[in-house]
Protein backbone atom coordinates (compact mmCIF):
# COMPACT_ATOMS: atom_id res chain seq x y z
CA UNK A 1 0.00 0.00 0.00
CA UNK A 2 2.55 2.46 0.47
CA UNK A 3 5.58 1.85 -1.46
CA UNK A 4 7.39 5.20 -1.19
CA UNK A 5 8.84 6.24 2.21
CA UNK A 6 10.11 9.14 3.43
CA UNK A 7 14.12 9.37 3.90
CA UNK A 8 17.00 11.14 5.37
CA UNK A 9 20.66 11.64 4.19
CA UNK A 10 21.75 12.10 7.70
CA UNK A 11 25.39 13.14 6.00
CA UNK A 12 23.53 16.17 4.77
CA UNK A 13 21.16 16.98 7.61
CA UNK A 14 22.55 20.11 9.41
CA UNK A 15 20.09 19.27 12.38
CA UNK A 16 18.58 22.93 12.10
CA UNK A 17 14.64 21.67 12.50
CA UNK A 18 13.06 23.34 9.97
CA UNK A 19 11.75 20.35 8.70
CA UNK A 20 10.24 19.89 12.54
CA UNK A 21 8.47 22.69 12.30
CA UNK A 22 6.99 22.58 8.73
CA UNK A 23 5.67 19.22 9.08
CA UNK A 24 1.85 19.54 9.54
CA UNK A 25 1.43 15.88 11.12
CA UNK A 26 4.69 15.93 13.83
CA UNK A 27 6.03 12.78 11.66
CA UNK A 28 9.54 14.34 12.55
CA UNK A 29 11.25 14.63 15.61
CA UNK A 30 14.57 16.48 16.09
CA UNK A 31 16.80 14.70 18.58
CA UNK A 32 19.86 16.32 20.11
CA UNK A 33 21.64 15.44 17.26
CA UNK A 34 19.71 13.16 14.80
CA UNK A 35 16.53 14.18 12.89
CA UNK A 36 14.07 10.88 13.61
CA UNK A 37 11.42 10.45 11.05
CA UNK A 38 7.90 8.65 11.91
CA UNK A 39 7.23 6.79 8.46
CA UNK A 40 3.86 5.79 10.14
CA UNK A 41 2.67 9.43 10.49
CA UNK A 42 4.16 10.70 7.28
CA UNK A 43 1.88 11.47 4.53
CA UNK A 44 4.52 12.55 2.26
CA UNK A 45 3.05 15.82 1.34
CA UNK A 46 7.29 17.37 0.87
CA UNK A 47 6.41 19.88 3.13
CA UNK A 48 10.30 19.73 4.41
CA UNK A 49 11.84 18.48 1.75
CA UNK A 50 10.98 21.67 0.10
CA UNK A 51 12.12 23.33 3.19
CA UNK A 52 15.01 21.71 3.83
CA UNK A 53 18.06 24.22 2.76
CA UNK A 54 20.47 20.84 2.02
CA UNK A 55 18.21 18.82 0.55
CA UNK A 56 18.52 16.09 2.98
CA UNK A 57 15.42 14.49 2.75
CA UNK A 58 13.99 12.89 -0.30
CA UNK A 59 11.02 10.37 -1.06
CA UNK A 60 12.23 6.87 -2.00
CA UNK A 61 10.64 3.40 -2.66
CA UNK A 62 10.09 1.55 0.54
CA UNK A 63 12.98 -0.84 1.22
CA UNK A 64 11.77 -4.00 2.76
CA UNK A 65 14.90 -4.68 5.41
CA UNK A 66 14.16 -7.64 6.52
CA UNK A 67 10.82 -7.11 7.38
CA UNK A 68 7.94 -10.04 6.59
CA UNK A 69 5.56 -9.96 3.60
CA UNK A 70 2.12 -9.43 4.84
S1 LIG B 1 15.44 20.87 7.39
FE1 LIG B 1 17.01 19.50 6.51
S2 LIG B 1 18.92 20.12 7.51
FE2 LIG B 1 17.24 20.97 8.74
S3 LIG B 1 16.86 19.39 10.34
FE3 LIG B 1 15.46 18.98 8.61
S4 LIG B 1 16.56 17.47 7.33
FE4 LIG B 1 18.07 18.40 8.69
S1 LIG C 1 6.61 14.73 3.89
FE1 LIG C 1 5.12 16.04 4.99
S2 LIG C 1 4.16 14.68 6.49
FE2 LIG C 1 6.06 13.67 5.82
S3 LIG C 1 7.59 14.30 7.33
FE3 LIG C 1 7.71 15.73 5.59
S4 LIG C 1 6.40 17.46 6.19
FE4 LIG C 1 5.88 15.71 7.52
Same mark, same amino acid.
Given at each position: ???? @?? *???? *???? =??? =?? @????? @? +?? #? !?? $?? &? +?? *? /?????????????? $?????? #?? @??? !? !? /? !?? &? &???
Amino acid at each position: MHGQ @VL *KLDV *KLCG =GCG =GC @VAVCP @V +EA #L !EL $FP &S +EL *K /IKNDLCNLCRNCMI $FCPTGA #LS @VKA !E !E /I !EG &S &SPS
